[in-house]
């Protein structure tokens, strides 16, 4: 269902999810307002990234501990997807804490990470990707992926709502939210997109609009399907509409900008 999220530049710019708010859930998806990058990094940026230069690790690092403070936290309580647009989802607690900011990161790729301990704040990242948190209030369990076009049409969404009942959810209680990403009014792709996603069911043609310039592709309805089909209540996922690359007051884009941008974030803990 589509949502209007809660936007606030207090004490940073970032959105509140309505339905998760409701479920109890702790968490945020970032805009570019606050922080302490400059440049074309300049504010709330979430990666280093691989610009030339690329930004200050310590500038990340205090960025996700302003994040993390805001949500009773500190950035030695972070544990940082390692995102590689893989659908690997690992399953964390309060030995993952730092990962990836005040520790080393994952050794593999780990585009979805799930947790049921307090005291642990997951976080993934996007620039135009869709960024999902999951959670289940009633079993307390969290979630949260980095979806781009691999991880959506490897279902990553879903994969990572299964991992999340294997630590004890149920689907009928989880709540699930997208944040700020590049939608179909923007996402222009290529006719080998379409055969790629296409060739893996039929079905996905759904997602794609046709129109006299070009092929767009609709992540966030193909993200809903996936997680409705893995048995996610409809009225339990919200989209928040916000498209990444319509509001360069307000988000980073990799499309817009190419490596030369920032990077937002979406943060969830118990």
């Known amino acids: 269902m589509k949502e209007q999220f809660i936007y606030s530049q207090k004490p940073f710019g970032h959105l509140v999810s309505p339905s998760l708010k409701k479920a109890g859930a702790a968490h945020l998806f970032t805009a570019k307002e606050g922080g302490v990058s400059t440049g074309v990094y300049s504010g709330f940026n979430f990666a280093a990234g691989s610009g030339n230069p690329p930004d200050k690790w310590e500038n990340v690092v205090e960025n996700h501990r302003i994040a993390a403070e805001y949500l009773g936290l500190s950035a030695e309580d972070v544990c940082r997807s390692y995102q590689t647009h893989s659908s690997t989802v690992k399953t964390v607690g309060k030995a993952h804490r730092g990962t990836g900011l005040t520790k080393p990161p994952f050794d593999m790729g780990v585009d979805g990470l799930v947790c049921a301990e307090e005291g642990v704040l997951l976080s993934v990242r996007g620039a135009d990707c869709v960024t999902v948190l999951l959670y289940d209030g009633k079993n307390r369990v969290c979630g949260a992926c980095h979806s781009g076009w691999r991880g959506t049409l490897d279902k990553i969404a879903a994969k990572t709502a299964e991992a999340m009942c294997a630590i004890g959810a149920e689907k009928r209680h989880i709540v699930a ?27 996905n043609h759904r997602f794609f609009e046709k129109r006299d310039n070009g092929l767009y592709l609709d992540l966030q309805n193909a993200v809903c399907a996936t997680l409705e089909e893995a048995g996610l209540m409809p009225q339990n996922i919200a989209d928040g509409g916000e498209c990444s690359i319509c509001r360069p007051d307000r988000y980073f884009s990799h499309r817009r900008s190419g490596v030369m941008r920032g990077t937002m974030a979406a943060f969830i803990t118990l």
């Open 177 to 203: 939210a997208i944040g700020p990403s590049a939608r179909s009014c923007c996402y222009n792709v290529g006719e080998e997109l379409y055969e790629t996603f296409t060739a893996a069911d039929p079905q």
